[in-house]
C-alpha cells in the first residue's frame, strides 16, 4: 500500500497548482488523475491538424496568478478584439469597447443594439466593477435592471453574453460572480494559447516529478486517511484534497449538499474565411435558433487550423428547451444562415457535463457550511465560488495555490 502525506484527486488546473505549492515547500505528496491526461476540463484535442478545446473557453490577461505560475513556460497567447457582433434579424451588428477598439467606435455608437444611455450605463459598469463596493443586487438580471439597462440590450447582449460565460442564460447567477467576471474583462484581454486551452495545464503540470503522478488512477472511494481507486489499490495519506469538479464530488461524497452543475454543447466546424468575424464574438441577439456564441479560433491563433482554412467553434447551451444534443445538420444550418457562403463542414461535437457549478447566490451561501470528512479539504470551483466569487481557471489556480500553502 502506498503512503504519502497529501493525496490530491484530481488534475485539473486547481489539482496541478496544488501540487506545485507543495513541491515548492518541499511536501510528500501524489496526484491522482482518473483519465489518461491533466487537465480536466481545460483540455485540447488535436482532430485532423485541427486544435478542439473540451468546450470554448478563453484565458484572460489579467490572470495574475496563472500567470505567475507558468512563469518562464507561458505560451504565446493571442487576443480576441474587446466586444461582440450581435447577430439580428436585420444583420450583425457591433458592441465593443470604443476605448480599446477605436476602429469599431463608430459602429457602435451608432449600432441598434441598446440605446445611447445604455452605452454610458455599460461604461459606469465598468468602473463600478472594478471598485471594492460589491453589486447590490442578488442576480446578474436583477443588478441590470436595477442600474436602468433597457430590455434590449439585456436581451440581445448580456444574456447571450453571460450566458456564454455562465453557461445559463436566464441570468440568475449571483451579481457577485458577474462583478468579478466584468472585472476582468475590463481589465485584461480574452486570449487563446498557441497550441490549444489545453497547453496552459500542460505547462503548468511540467514542472511536477512524473513519479508522484498518477494517469489512470480513478479514486472510486474515500474514507479516513486513505483512497481506495478503482483496481482496488489503497493509498493512505495524513491528507486528502480534493480538486474535482461538482459532479465528481457528488459521486465520491454524496451526503454532501452541493449545488447543480451546468452543461454545454460545442460543436466544430471547418468554414470559408469569414471576414465579419475575425477575432470578435459572434452572439446570437435574437433569441431564436439552437446558436448561442460562434468564433472563429483559427482567426485569433493561427495554431488551431491548417494554413489557409477557419476553425469555428460554435456553443449552445444545454436547457429544458435543449436537453440534450442537437444534431450537426441542424447546426451547420443554423451556421450557413448566420454566415451564407461560409459552407461549413462538421469536424467534432462534445458534450461538456459538469462545465460550471451553478454560481447562485443560495448556493454559494450553501458551500460555506459544508461538512467535510476529517482531514478531507477542498480546492477548485467550490473554493472559487466562495472565497474569490466565480468559478474560473484563475480562481481555480488561486484556490489550488493557497491550499498547497496552507498545508
Known amino acids: 500500500m502506498l503512503n504519502t502525506e497529501v493525496i490530491i484527486v484530481g488534475g485539473g488546473v486547481a489539482g496541478i497548482s496544488c501540487a506545485r505549492a507543495l513541491q515548492e515547500r518541499g511536501r510528500d505528496f501524489l496526484l491522482l488523475e482518473g483519465s489518461d491526461s491533466l487537465g480536466g476540463r481545460v483540455k485540447s484535442d488535436r482532430v485532423n491538424n485541427f486544435i478542439l478545446d473540451r468546450g470554448f473557453q478563453v484565458f484572460n490577461s489579467s490572470y495574475s496568478k496563472t500567470l505567475a505560475l507558468l512563469g518562464e513556460l507561458t505560451p504565446q497567447f493571442n487576443s480576441f478584439y474587446s466586444g461582440a457582433l450581435i ?8 458592441l465593443c469597447d470604443p476605448l480599446r477598439e477605436p476602429r469599431y467606435a463608430l459602429k457602435t455608437l451608432i449600432s441598434p443594439i441598446g440605446t445611447v444611455l445604455d452605452k454610458l450605463r455599460m461604461l459606469l459598469l465598468r468602473i463600478d466593477s472594478l471598485s471594492a463596493k460589491p453589486f447590490s443586487s442578488e442576480s446578474i438580471l436583477e443588478e441590470l435592471v436595477s442600474r436602468g439597462f433597457s430590455r434590449s440590450i439585456i436581451e440581445q447582449f448580456f444574456r447571450p453574453f453571460l450566458g456564454g460565460i455562465f453557461l445559463e442564460s436566464e441570468l440568475t447567477t449571483s451579481s457577485q460572480a458577474f462583478k468579478n467576471v466584468f472585472s476582468g474583462f475590463s481589465q485584461g484581454l480574452a486570449q487563446l494559447p498557441n497550441g490549444g486551452m489545453g497547453e496552459i495545464s500542460r505547462r503548468l503540470a511540467l514542472p511536477l516529478p512524473n513519479e508522484l503522478v498518477l494517469l489512470g488512477r480513478k479514486v472510486v472511494k474515500l474514507s479516513a486517511g486513505q483512497v481506495t481507486l478503482g483496481d482496488g489499490e489503497i493509498i493512505s495519506g495524513k491528507q486528502i484534497v480534493l480538486a474535482l469538479d461538482v459532479d465528481s464530488l457528488k459521486t465520491l461524497l454524496p451526503s454532501l449538499a452541493l449545488p447543480k452543475s451546468r452543461t454545454v454543447y460545442c460543436f466544430y466546424f471547418e468554414s470559408n474565411p469569414i471576414p465579419e468575424i475575425r477575432r470578435i464574438l459572434a452572439l446570437n441577439g435574437s433569441g431564436r435558433g439552437f446558436i448561442n456564441n460562434v468564433a472563429m479560433l483559427s482567426s ?5 487550423a491548417p494554413i489557409g482554412t477557419e476553425l469555428l467553434s460554435v456553443s449552445v447551451l444545454s436547457s429544458s428547451s435543449v436537453p440534450e444534443l442537437p444534431s450537426a445538420a441542424e447546426i451547420r444550418k443554423e451556421v450557413s444562415e448566420w454566415f451564407p457562403g461560409s459552407e461549413p463542414r462538421f ?10 457549478p451553478d454560481q447562485i447566490d443560495q448556493a454559494t451561501i450553501l458551500l460555506t457550511n459544508l461538512k467535510l470528512p476529517a482531514g478531507v479539504l477542498l480546492c477548485g470551483d467550490i473554493i472559487g465560488m466562495t472565497k474569490y466569487h466565480s468559478a474560473s481557471i484563475e480562481s481555480a489556480v488561486r484556490s489550488g495555490l493557497d491550499l498547497g500553502g496552507a498545508l
Open 347 to 356: 469536424i467534432a461535437s462534445y458534450i461538456i457535463q459538469g462545465a460550471l
Open 300 to 304: 485569433v491563433s493561427s495554431s488551431y
Open 87 to 94: 447577430k439580428t434579424d436585420t444583420g450583425l451588428h457591433a
